[in-house]
């Protein structure tokens, strides 16, 4: 079982940056799809962004293209979300997530990933 564990969280200004890291305690962790999901007061959980596992292909959900970036240090275990030119809809809990099985892309609902974080707080202030 691959344990989860964000950081990096915490409040900054409308325009500013932050980034976020997510430590895997499994030392497969290279061979996971990884994926950020964000989620806001009162809205469902939703995809970030992710990263395969072989390749290191990136997928972005619209509203963050251009503006956060998502990688992996595979041999720290540590997956990493720069975000830049952070807007106040940014505002949410902060997941990392793996889905079950090794080199899987499951895609981007949150109920295809089986491996969850706790979450850190993103906070933008306008």
């Known amino acids: 079982q691959v344990q989860l564990v964000e950081s990096g969280g915490g409040l900054v200004q409308a325009g500013g940056s932050l980034r976020l890291s997510c430590a895997a305690s499994?030392?497969?962790?290279?061979?996971?799809?990884m994926g950020w999901f964000r989620q806001a007061p009162g809205k469902e959980r939703e995809l970030v962004a992710r990263?395969?596992?072989?390749?290191?292909?990136?997928d972005y959900a619209d509203f963050v293209k251009g503006r956060f970036t998502i990688s992996r240090d595979k041999a720290k275990n540590t997956l990493y979300l720069q975000m830049n030119s952070q807007k106040s809809d940014d505002t949410g809990v902060y997941y990392c997530a793996a889905p079950r099985f090794r080199r899987t892309d499951v895609g981007e609902a949150p109920a295809r990933y089986e491996y969850w974080g706790k979450g850190t707080q993103v906070t933008v202030s306008s």
């Open positions: 499994d030392n497969t962790f290279g061979t996971y799809v």
């Open positions: 990263i395969t596992s072989i390749a290191g292909r990136t």
